[in-house]
């Protein structure tokens, strides 16, 4: 049962990287990224790494607010250029 919850995950991260590439709108691209960082947390628990999903807990928070904050900077500085 492991096994298949496994592999479904795997899958879904797979379906969830597609969306972020293909993705036009910045904010919903951020969006489904925290989602595929949240699946892969979750793959790392399954695995039995825990220390490593912290980690990558702390570095996913960490660069989606870099992110979030990037956009909403270069978008209220092509305001002020119109």
Known sequence: MRGI????????MIVIAIAVI??????????KYA??????ILVLFQLKAPDVALSAIVVGAII?????FTIEEV???EGTKK
Do not use: P, R, T
């Not at 919850?5 to 879904?12: A, P, Q, R, S």
């Not at 293909?22 to 969006?31: D, R």
């Not at 989606?64 to 979030?68: N, P, S, V």
């Open 22 to 31: 293909e993705e036009n709108n910045l904010i919903s691209a951020v969006v």
């Open 64 to 68: 989606i607010g870099i992110f979030l």
């Open 75 to 77: 978008e209220k500085s």
């Open 35 to 40: 989602l595929l960082s949240l699946v892969f």
């Open 5 to 12: 919850i496994h592999e479904f995950l795997l899958f879904v």
